[in-house]
């Protein structure tokens, strides 16, 4: 079965500092991968996802991941985070079948100081 | 705006009672899928649907029923809630290109 580890369950970062925050799966073949922010309160919003090619993609919000399949990771990183980036990021994979549903790690909570 | 509403937002309810959530999607998608969030937990699927009538279980569907007679909305039902169901639920619409879109949430007690 798929899984997902988010190893940091917090990280605070200074307004205007880089970000990286880490996500590793585990699935047999190349995983469908994505990252979603969520703010307090809210539901779920897409940030970017990994299908094939290129690596690094490119998301909304200045964000982007890089996947490297050698280290099953897709870590998220934005170089220069604002105040309004707090909020909780999960990492998720599909295995593909169309119909599958995600399978998220258990989120990391952003706290930005000033 | 991927078009998907849920109902009620917020809902207190007794242990031992029936509830039911609606899900309700404008976009015509054929995949619909329940999550529930809860703390420590990240969200897991509960219930998943890949069109009308065709549903299929997820990773913790005890407890849970769903049903799925119109394309626009998927039911969850907890058959008699109890207080381990308490969670905030997401409702989710698939598209064709594996993305998946989330409604903003239901919030159920049950005490």
């Known amino acids: 079965a798929q899984s997902v580890t988010q190893p940091d369950i917090h990280i605070t970062v200074s307004e205007g500092a880089s970000l990286e925050l880490r996500c590793n799966y585990s699935?047999?073949?190349?995983?469908?991968l994505f990252w979603y922010v969520q703010s307090p309160g809210q539901g779920l919003q897409l940030l970017l996802k990994y299908f094939s090619g290129d690596t690094l993609v490119q998301g909304i919000k200045g964000f982007e991941a890089e996947f490297k399949r050698s280290q099953s990771s897709f870590n998220l990183r934005k170089p220069s985070v604002h105040w309004s980036d707090a909020a909780e990021y999960f990492c998720a994979v599909e295995g593909g079948g169309g119909a599958d549903g995600l399978t998220f790690g258990k989120g990391t909570h952003l706290i930005i100081q000033p | 705006d991927a078009g998907i509403t849920q109902s009620p937002r917020h809902k207190v309810t007794e242990t031992g009672t029936p509830v039911t959530l609606r899900c309700h999607q404008t976009e015509n998608h054929r995949y619909m899928y329940w999550y529930r969030q809860d703390p420590g937990h990240g969200l897991r699927l509960i219930h998943y649907?890949?069109?009308?009538?065709?549903?299929d279980k997820g990773e913790v569907s005890d407890g849970y029923s769903v049903s799925r007679s119109k394309t626009e909305d998927f039911l969850l039902t907890l058959e008699s809630a109890t207080s381990s169901q308490t969670s905030v639920y997401f409702c989710?619409?698939?598209?064709?290109?594996?993305?998946?879109?989330f409604g903003p949430g239901t919030r159920l007690t049950v005490t």
């Open positions: 649907s890949y069109g009308v009538k065709d549903t």
């Open positions: 989710a619409i698939g598209t064709s290109v594996h993305e998946q879109y």
């Open positions: 699935y047999g073949a190349t995983p469908y």
